[in-house]
């Protein structure tokens, strides 16, 4: 397969205190992006901290990763909030982690939101509303990691910041491009030749096969492979050596 200038993301720092996820280490060196969580739904400060020494050293760039304050849902559980509480909440995670990693000499090159306020912002046009005026009051040089093809990637455009197409490389999709829930069993890709291929469907032909089969388009700039799901490790390596990716940095 020809080279192809394609970013690969994964979610990292997750690990809290003595709940260990994931292997940042072993993964680093197969991604170009990371979405550093920010302690709201995991990530302590020495696991934050450590992870942004990881991504320094192995040149990749940072991005921070908050989601709802749901350490025991992992994030996972929608909850609602107002839009002054989550404006605050997003506020708080992104200028932690953005002041973290400028301490070391880094800059932040990007917010991904995580688990559930990801999938409302991505059918609710209020929530991502209040994403994007939130990152763009912080730095307007920062840009949104969000889902391919749907409305969000409009609103952040509109407000003025930079959006990045992201697919996945483990889940399942519907046809309206929503990913499919986590309660389906169908809704993970857990071998990595399978997640392969679907990628190199998203990428080459711009098009994936949702769960019902059909083929639906996309775009893909950036790949996401889940930190925490059991074969984060040879999902990153076979994508990474299969698309020869270089550091994009």
Same mark, same amino acid.
């Given at each position: ?54 991504? !320094? ?5 940072? *991005? +921070? ?5 749901? /350490?025991?849902?992992?994030?996972? =559980?929608? #909850? ?27 800059? !932040? ?5 995580? *688990? +559930? ?5 991505? /059918?609710?046009?209020?929530?991502? =509303?209040? #994403? ?118």
């Amino acid at each position: 397969m020809k080279s192809k200038k394609i970013d690969i993301n994964c979610d990292m720092g997750e690990s809290y205190y003595d709940i260990k996820v994931g292997n940042d280490y072993k993964i680093m060196p197969f991604i170009t992006s990371c979405n550093i969580a920010c302690g709201f739904h995991g990530g302590d400060p020495k696991t934050i901290s450590n992870t942004i020494d990881y991504a !320094l050293d192995k040149n990749v760039k940072i *991005g +921070a990763h908050p989601s709802f304050h749901d /350490i025991k849902g992992f994030g996972r =559980k929608i #909850i609602k909030v107002s839009n002054r509480q989550l404006k605050n909440q997003i506020l708080y995670q992104v200028s932690a982690l953005k002041g973290m990693v400028e301490s070391k000499g880094g800059r !932040l090159n990007h917010i991904k939101p995580h *688990g +559930a306020l990801y999938n409302m912002a991505s /059918i609710d046009d209020e929530i991502a =509303k209040t #994403i994007v005026k939130v990152i763009k009051n912080i730095d307007p040089n920062l840009k949104l990691y969000g889902p391919s093809m749907l409305r969000w990637k409009n609103i952040s455009e509109n407000i003025g910041i930079n959006y990045v197409s992201e697919v996945f490389s483990d889940r399942n999709y519907n046809d309206d491009l929503t990913l499919v829930n986590r309660n389906n069993n169908k809704a993970m890709i857990t071998n990595p030749k399978e997640s392969l291929r679907h990628v190199e469907r998203m990428v080459k032909e711009k098009t994936v096969k949702s769960i019902k089969g059909n083929l639906i388009p996309i775009i893909a700039e950036t790949i996401c492979v889940h930190g925490d799901q059991p074969n984060a490790i040879d999902f990153a390596k076979i994508i990474y050596d299969s698309f020869k990716i270089k550091k994009l940095i």
